[in-house]
Every structure is written in structure tokens, then in C-alpha cells.
């Protein structure tokens, strides 16, 4: 299995899904060893989701599908999102 670990990271959804889901196994392991965090879980995600806020308004977080930060000239052309063809 090869996966493009750079080009994953670069998308907000799958960037946010890894942060998010990391945050509650380790609150989740915290726990079971019984121990509480001064921070509540949902402060966290707020702030997680603040971050990530931020990365994609200075463009550090883009479409990881085309070059750049603009859309593909073929994606300027569409009115509507392209739509899946039918095997």
C-alpha cells in the first residue's frame, strides 16, 4: 500500500479527520488511566479547528489535486461540479 503522505496531508478534510480523531484517542486513553485533563475535549477541537482555519486562509492547506493554489484551466470552464461517468 502506497499512499502520497505529503499530498493527503495538504487537504483540510483528510488534515482535519487525522487531528480530530487523534485528539479523542488520547482523550479516550486519559480516560481509562483515569486521568482528567485541566483542558476540556472541546476546547481542543476548537482550537485544532482554529488552527486549520488559519492554515488554509494563508493557503498552506490547498485542493492537494491541482498545482498551486488556483484550479486547473479545465476546472475554470465548469458551471457545476463535473459529474461521475457510469461504467
Known amino acids: 500500500m502506497h499512499i502520497n503522505w505529503k499530498l493527503?496531508?495538504?487537504?483540510?478534510v483528510t488534515l482535519t479527520a487525522i487531528i480530530m480523531a487523534l485528539l479523542s484517542?488520547?482523550?479516550q486513553l486519559l480516560g481509562?488511566?483515569?486521568?482528567?485533563?485541566?483542558?476540556?475535549?472541546s476546547q481542543l477541537v476548537e482550537t485544532a479547528g482554529m488552527v486549520i482555519n488559519l492554515l488554509v486562509?494563508?493557503?498552506?492547506?490547498?485542493?492537494?489535486?491541482?498545482?498551486?493554489v488556483s484550479d486547473s484551466q479545465k476546472a475554470l470552464t465548469y458551471d457545476q461540479p463535473k459529474q461521475k461517468e457510469q461504467p
Not at 57 to 67: A, K, M, N, Q, R
Open 8 to 12: 493527503r496531508l495538504g487537504n483540510k
Open 32 to 41: 481509562m488511566a483515569s486521568i482528567v485533563p485541566p483542558v476540556s475535549e
Open 25 to 27: 484517542l488520547v482523550y
Open 57 to 68: 486562509l494563508l493557503g498552506i492547506v490547498t485542493d492537494p489535486t491541482t498545482e498551486g
